[in-house]
């Protein structure tokens, strides 16, 4: 009888040592699957390489995580170019959810520029052509604007024109101690300045009487009188340069800053299975097979008393 009872409180112990262990579920977690993915390259494909976020960072607000990005980008881009969908960190997902704008201030841009114009005159003078020219001019290119202003010093001319022309030489030689009046005595052509000019008209003057008392003179003295053409050119106009100098300015408008809200994604309920652990089947078991040893142990005792 001692030996059964031995054999049963073993038994018991034995049983509730298995009932009190910790129950493990062999179910799946509740637990979302963590996937590493931060925002790296893959991230940006939904828009262009020069859409790079300046600042991105997180924060909590109330039981939620928000992710924050910051782009600084040109007036005439569209916000809606920035927006991504579903972005992933660290196995969290999140959503578009608002937008805020911030317009910065521009700035001005000062140079100094110079420029040529040409007007056509008739002097090469300064002074003459400055009068002529106007004193000041726009300047508009490349955004730049502002006025130039004349400088007088600096204006050159060149000639943007010439015209031939012919003119009379005359001119007049004296000859003397001829023999006689024969104008074959007297060249008929000379040059001057090298033009050819052509005897025109004799002129006679008788010098002294003849010796033989003849009363002839001695010696003739003429005076001939000769005429040509000469050739020339002449400046028909000018082209003056007239330089013109000044600050010119252009406003460059201000980027603006775009800070792009995404709100986290509540992960969808996961359903709870019905699960049994086998710890507890097998204490089951072996309370059942404690129950059938206590009885055949009962029913012993029984036989044992029965006999005697």
């Known amino acids: 009888m001692d030996r059964g009872k031995k054999y049963l409180a073993a038994i018991l112990l034995s049983t509730v040592m298995i009932i009190s262990a910790p129950v493990t ?116 290119q490349d955004g730049f604007s502002g006025t130039l202003t004349l400088d007088t010093a600096g204006i050159t001319t060149e000639e943007s024109g010439r015209q031939s022309y012919s003119y009379t030489i005359n001119d007049s030689r004296e000859y003397t101690g001829l023999a006689s009046n024969d104008p074959y005595l007297v060249p008929k052509e000379v040059n001057k300045n090298g033009a050819t000019l052509s005897l025109q008209d004799i002129q006679w003057t008788p010098t002294g009487v003849k010796p033989d008392g003849s009363g002839l003179p001695a010696s003739y003295t003429a005076t001939a009188s000769y005429s040509g053409k000469g050739w020339g050119s002449k400046v028909t106009g000018y082209t003056a340069t007239l330089p013109y100098s000044g600050e010119v300015t252009r406003e460059i408008p201000g980027k603006v800053q775009y800070t792009l809200v995404y709100e986290e994604i509540p992960p969808e309920p996961v359903e709870e299975k019905d699960t049994v652990s086998p710890l507890l089947v097998s204490g089951g078991i072996a309370l059942v097979a404690a129950a059938g040893f206590t009885g055949w142990n009962l029913h012993g005792l029984k036989k044992e008393k029965e006999q005697k």
């Open 25 to 140: 579920y062999a179910e799946d977690s509740l637990e979302p699957e963590v996937s590493i993915l931060d925002i790296t390259e893959d991230t940006y494909q939904s828009f262009h390489d020069e859409y790079i976020p300046t600042n991105v960072w997180m924060e909590k607000e109330e039981d939620f995580r928000l992710l924050k990005k910051t782009f600084l980008v040109e007036p005439d881009i569209s916000p809606s170019e920035l927006i991504e969908q579903n972005i992933m960190r660290h196995g969290v997902t999140y959503q578009f959810l608002e937008m805020y704008k911030t317009e910065l201030p521009g700035s001005t841009e000062t140079k100094t520029v110079s420029q040529k114009e040409t007007i056509a005159t008739g002097s090469k003078d300064q002074n003459t052509i400055a009068a002529q020219a106007e004193q000041t001019v726009s300047y508009e």
